[in-house]
């Protein structure tokens, strides 16, 4: 396989441009589950998606989220794709569609664009993954997650952890942890500057952290998984009019709505 191309031509052929991924994140992605492209989203566009994303949940008020899931003490979103134009091309950056494709090596959509800040003392999660799928060592993969850091992501406030390796262990979480909310010997920060964008497995076990010091820690959440799966946010179901109107026929394709 040609690295700079992708794994689905139909992406080509709507006119995505080739990314060629480097050895090094080949690597962490086989082997760690993860990478972090650092400083890959510019200042300005840093600060339009963290204005679109404060406005989305000053709008929405206590229904924020609500399309997806809510949790006690986070600033939730949900649905991004209809929200706002800034989120528009999250969705459709060349280095994140050759990551996805890399790790899934078929076909794939989007399966949702949503948001997610923990205020001061909260944002814990147990650990977990992002698919039903347990892991076959040497099977496919079917979901691919994506971080998109619009704050300094830290271990104060709150970076998310995960345990690299994760998705190459055979069978579910539960079979090797009892408690999923406690720290782990082996649990890794995924810390970086605004800008940077982690991408990871869904099968790679993560959480969100707790933010100690309440600095914001706004990331948005844009996940992918194979066509053939029923995605997060069903695209067509929620697609608004104003949203269809500006997609061009590589959103359309990779949001699956004709």
Known sequence: MNHGETTDPELGRLGLAPYLLSTEQRRQLDELGYVIFEDVIGESRVYDLR???????????????????????????????????????????PFLLAAVGYVLKRPFKLHSVNGHDPTKGNGLQSLHADTNQPAVPGGTYDVVNSMWMLDDFTTSNGATRLIPGSHLKAGSIRDYLEDREADQPDQVHLTGKAGSVAVFNGNVWHSSYTNLDGSPRRTLHCAFIVREHAQQTNQREYLRLETAKRLSPLARYVLDVD
């Open 51 to 93: 204005h679109a994303f404060d406005r989305v949940f000053v709008e929405e008020g206590e229904a924020a989220g609500a399309e997806v899931a809510q949790m006690d003490g986070v600033r939730r979103l949900a649905d991004l794709v209809n929200k706002d134009e800034a989120f528009d091309s999250v969705y459709l950056e």
